[in-house]
């Protein structure tokens, strides 16, 4: 029993597996959706990419089996029975979209491209019926007159309703005519969408943006290009690479990030919506601290760097502490720094330093301003000396003087000679003086 031919593809189809999900596109040459009778055109099958270099292709007419052989057929002489939708298919392909061909015996046509796509140059042509003089052509968009050169009319393509006229010469004079067609710009590549992996990027770690856009299977060979954003800044310019990497995250990089597709020729662009990325933060800002400030002279100190793992308790942490911006403990799994013994040279400012084991993380404590207190009696000697020591020596000398002129006064008033007392008193005054200024 013979197979019908649907039925072999469906079953070949069946077998193939990479060509699968490709779809092949219809197109005609002369590039017009609508032809006169008598008219000719070739119709092909176009596919972007194929698994096997020889294909069996299998045409159809509004929906119908036609027939299976080469990837185009030609119509030499168009009739009304030509007119329809036609699709086709390869073993290895989906079925393609349907494009309609229209015959017309009309006096004026408006020819225009059977797809067209945004960013496209649309080129339509006002053409009378073969054999047939004519003049005064004249195009149209919503009303309003299009510059056009003769009978075509090339410019941007915008979707709308298009129409031409013009006088065609029959029945011994020229009459006018007209025809009109709507245009429908299909789209070159859609919205672009932001995708983040992984979803949550942890601080440290690399994540990926991608600007995700799909183009028309009919322009899979359109080159586009890609810039991305952070928060309406550009972090990334036009490039054809639709990844931004983000190496070794920081909080920093948390922001609503959007892309932007554009074309080469940058006809066609369009935005992405926003996409909130937050880095999840790995550990928490360190605090330093120490049991009391200021401390005093000889004694012992320990300051800690305290900090909190967020996400995951088993990440391991290094800590280092300085001092005036010198390095006083190099990074280890110690978290504090102790000193026996102050000294007078260990006041400053301290900080300490938390990262990671690759360091891909780092972060600083705020600064801790330490002032190591010398001995209290040392402190009160030294006033003594510096202070006390002045006046007492003035003093003294005052408290001297007055009594050696009292004495010479007595020593005048009574010329006989001193007594074994009193030179005894006048030696125990003069020694007592000087021992104060010996003390100090």
């Known amino acids: ?118 960013g496209d140059t649309l080129i339509l042509r006002c053409h009378s019926f073969p054999g047939y003089k004519s003049k005064e052509t004249t195009f149209y968009k919503h009303g309003t007159v299009l510059r056009s050169l003769g009978d075509l009319y090339s410019g941007d393509c915008t979707t709308g309703r298009y129409k031409c006229s013009k006088y065609v010469h029959h029945a011994q004079g020229f009459h006018f005519y007209s025809a009109e067609a709507y245009i429908s710009a299909k789209e070159l590549f859609s919205k672009p969408e932001m995708i983040a992996n992984p979803r949550q990027i942890t601080e440290g770690a690399d994540g990926t943006l991608t600007c995700s856009s799909s183009l028309s299977p009919a322009r899979a060979a359109t080159k586009l290009q890609f810039a991305f954003y952070k928060d309406g800044r550009t972090v990334q310019d036009f490039t054809p690479y639709r990844t931004f990497q983000l190496s070794l995250a920081q909080l920093e990089h948390s922001g609503g990030y959007t892309c932007e597709a554009r074309t080469l020729s940058h006809g066609v662009r369009k935005m992405s919506g926003i996409l909130k990325v937050f880095i999840s933060e790995l550990f928490s800002t360190p605090e330093l601290n120490m049991s009391s400030n200021p401390i005093a002279e000889d004694s012992e100190m320990t300051l800690n760097c305290i900090t909190q793992r967020l996400i995951e308790q088993n990440t391991e942490l290094q800590f280092a502490f300085y001092r005036n911006g010198e390095k006083v403990q190099n990074f280890s799994a110690f ?38 207190q010398g001995k209290q009696r040392t402190s009160t000697l030294l006033i003594a000396r510096v202070v006390l020591f ?12 007055y009594k050696l002129k009292l004495f010479s006064a007595c020593w005048t008033s009574q010329p006989q000679q001193d007594s074994p007392s009193q030179a005894a008193n006048t030696v125990s005054i003069l020694a007592r003086y000087s021992r104060v200024s010996v003390y100090f």
């Open 1 to 118: 029993m013979f197979a019908h031919p649907t039925a072999l593809l469906i079953k070949e189809t069946a077998n193939c597996s990479l060509g699968s999900a490709v779809r092949p596109v219809v197109s005609f040459l002369p590039n017009w959706d609508t032809i006169f009778i008598g008219d000719f055109v070739s119709v092909k099958c176009e596919l972007a990419s194929t698994a096997h270099k020889d294909q069996i292709y299998y045409w159809y007419k509004d929906n119908v089996y036609l027939h299976k052989g080469q990837p185009s057929f030609f119509i030499s002489s168009a009739t009304l029975m030509d007119g329809g939708d036609y699709q086709c298919q390869t073993g290895t392909s989906l079925k393609s979209d349907s494009v309609r061909l229209s015959i017309s015996q009309e006096y004026v046509i408006l020819q225009k491209p059977p797809v067209v796509y945004e």
């Open 335 to 372: 978290n504090q720094y102790h000193i026996l013994s102050t000294q007078l040279a260990d006041s400053g400012v301290y900080v300490c330093k938390v990262q990671t084991l690759n360091s891909s993380v780092k972060k600083s404590s705020q600064e801790l301003d330490i002032q190591i």
């Open 390 to 401: 002045p006046l007492l020596l003035v003093g003294s000398v005052l408290l001297f003087s």
